[in-house]
């Protein structure tokens, strides 16, 4: 199992929930993210992963989602 690499805003997740839940039901984990950043984790009910994965994984998230939101970028989109 693996983490989305970017996560998903929000209003993008609220959006589009049936097929986020239906690709972590298939053992997808897919970040949520709030302006910029990671706020959730959804995996699979039946997850084998150990605490130290979950949060390894939620790291990764959070350091690509740092690196790809630029102040300026989030300011001119409306997001302060």
Known sequence: MRFQADGIDLLEAERDLLQ????VSRGEQV???RHGRLVAVLIPGHSQ???QEIFDG??????R???KSKVKEL???GRT
């Open 65 to 67: 989602v740092r690196s």
């Open 31 to 33: 970040g949520i993210t």
């Open 49 to 51: 992963l150990t605490l």
């Open 58 to 63: 939620m790291e990764r998230i959070r350091r």
């Open 20 to 23: 986020i839940v239906e690709r």
């Open 75 to 77: 300011i001119e989109s």
